[in-house]
């Protein structure tokens, strides 16, 4: 009797140099790719130093998709100014035009996070970014585009993210098997670009070191941000930024009226009805 060997997805690695076309085409195809070396290792060595002390300060988690041996923190770009430099990747934002245009007049920073999952860690639950939302979105718009940055080396062993290529054209109670789940293993400083559809999920940390990414998230600009921008980035700390990413956070309008805000105050004093630029003028 012949045992019909079941062959593992494999997840497609890019250099730095690689088009944007060539690159949408993997995603297109895939739903996560990863491109490598795309940080220095001086950009590395700044970003675990920006981060260190948030994260030291930082409780672990204490439930199954948390985690209870991993750290997280937020507000990456009040607090990092190299995050900053990430959240404005040309290479990135350049794919966030081509993935997501097509169901937006703008896309927006969606969400923000710097995790360090600790020795002993168990794997996270398998899920799609997109259900947060719930199930009101036709699966035929894709909600986001999302990113992790490797600062530190991921490995299979130390909890690469768990990932499944093509999952993003599933049904949506279908579950993968074993042989269908990919660890995205990755050098410091290289990156993984995935869909809100894919199926993904941390690994488990089987070594005695931290593994440390940086996630930076985009979506339509007509959805709710995950991480009130607002509120982690207000605008006297906004008004340090460059335009772009200020637009990006979503201190702009999204279309002719999305996000226009009146001054409070005095009658008189201020502005009304007004996109959130004139706050810097």
Same mark, same amino acid.
Request: net charge negative.
């Given at each position: ?14 250099? &730095? ?5 060539? *690159? ?20 590395? &060595?700044? *970003? ?65 996070? &710097? ?31 999302? /990113?992790?940055?490797?600062? /530190? ?43 809100? /559809?894919? *199926? ?68 008189? /004093? ?12």
């Amino acid at each position: 009797m012949t045992t019909m060997t079941k062959t593992r997805p494999k997840l497609t690695y890019l250099p &730095a140099t690689a088009s944007t076309e060539v *690159i949408h085409d993997v995603l297109q195809r895939d739903a996560a790719v990863i491109i490598e070396d795309v940080l220095s290792a001086d950009q590395i &060595a700044t *970003i675990r130093e920006e981060l260190a002390p948030y994260l030291t300060a930082a409780d672990e988690g204490n439930n199954e998709f948390s985690g209870f041996q991993t750290r997280r923190m937020g507000a990456l770009l009040a607090r990092s100014p190299t995050c900053r430099e990430l959240a404005l990747d040309p290479t990135v934002n350049a794919m966030c035009e081509q993935f997501l245009g097509p169901h937006c007049d703008n896309y927006q920073l969606h969400f923000t996070q &710097a995790i360090s999952i600790g020795p002993g860690e168990s794997a996270q639950p398998l899920h799609r970014d997109r259900g947060l939302w719930g199930g009101y979105i036709p699966r035929r718009i894709e909600t986001q585009l999302s /990113t992790i940055w490797a600062i /530190t080396e991921f490995t299979e062993e130390n909890g690469a993210t768990q990932l499944v290529p093509g999952s993003q054209t599933w049904d949506a109670q279908r579950e993968p098997e074993p042989h269908e789940i990919v660890p995205a293993k990755m050098k410091p400083g290289s990156v993984l670009l995935y869909s809100g /559809t894919v *199926i993904h999920g941390g690994g488990a940390n089987q070594t005695q070191q931290n593994r440390l990414g940086v996630l930076i998230h985009y979506a339509l600009g007509w959805l709710r941000q995950e991480e009130n921008q607002y509120l982690s980035c207000p605008p006297e700390i906004a008004k340090e930024l460059k335009p772009e990413l200020r637009d990006l956070i979503g201190y702009s309008q999204g279309g002719p009226i999305l996000g226009f805000y009146s001054t409070p105050g005095e009658p008189g /004093t201020g502005h009304e009805l007004a996109d959130p630029r004139m706050l810097f003028q």
